[in-house]
C-alpha cells in the first residue's frame, strides 16, 4: 500500500512542476491508510520560501484533523526532507517520514540544502553565510518564567 502513497507524492511532484506551480517535489500525509492531505512545492508560485511540499502537506493535515499533532500520520515525500521539513516533521510528530529520491539526488538537480546542513552543524556566531547574534537575552529568558508559570497553557 505504502508505494501507492509515495506514487501519488511522486506524482504530485511531476504534474505541479509541468504546470510551472513550483519545483519538483510533492508530498502527502496518510492517516489511518487514507491520504489526508497533499503537498507540493509552491515556493515560486507563492513567493513563500516554506511553501516546501511537506510543509504544505502538514499544514493542511493540522487543519483536517483540528490539531498541531499529527501521531498516528506518515508523511510520503517525493524527495528526502530538507532540514526546515524534517524539523516540521519532528514538531509534528508524525510516525514516520518515507521518501523517494535522496538528498544527494536533489543536489544533483540543482537543489542543494548542504550549505544548510553544514551552517546548523556550527554555533550561531560562527555561521558565515547568515551572520547571527544575541541581545538581550535576560528580557526573554523572563518570558519563559511567565510561560512556566502560565496557568492553562496549551503544552506543545
Not at 17 to 31: D, E, K, L, N, S
Not at 45 to 62: K, L, M
Not at 66 to 81: D, N
Not at 86 to 115: K, M, N, P, Q
Amino acid at each position: 500500500m505504502s508505494d501507492v502513497f509515495m506514487r501519488e507524492a511522486i506524482r504530485l511532484s511531476q504534474d505541479m512542476m509541468r504546470q510551472r506551480r513550483g519545483g519538483p517535489f510533492g508530498a502527502v500525509i496518510v492517516h489511518q491508510g487514507r491520504i489526508l492531505s497533499r503537498g507540493w512545492n509552491e515556493v515560486t508560485s507563492q513567493n513563500d520560501p516554506t511553501a516546501h511540499a511537506e510543509i504544505v502537506a502538514i499544514r493542511q493535515a493540522c487543519r483536517q484533523l483540528r490539531t498541531f499533532r499529527l501521531v498516528g500520520c506518515e508523511l510520503y515525500a517525493s524527495c528526502e526532507p530538507c532540514p526546515m521539513c524534517l524539523g516540521a516533521a519532528y514538531w509534528a510528530r508524525l510516525d514516520r517520514v518515507i521518501f523517494a529520491a535522496t538528498r544527494a539526488d536533489a543536489a544533483a538537480a540543482g537543489f542543494d540544502d548542504e550549505l544548510i546542513y553544514q551552517e546548523l552543524s556550527l554555533p550561531p556566531g560562527s555561521r558565515p553565510h547568515l551572520p547571527m547574534s544575541q541581545r538581550l537575552r535576560e528580557e526573554a529568558l523572563g518570558v519563559f518564567e511567565d510561560w512556566r508559570r502560565l496557568d492553562g497553557k496549551v503544552e506543545y
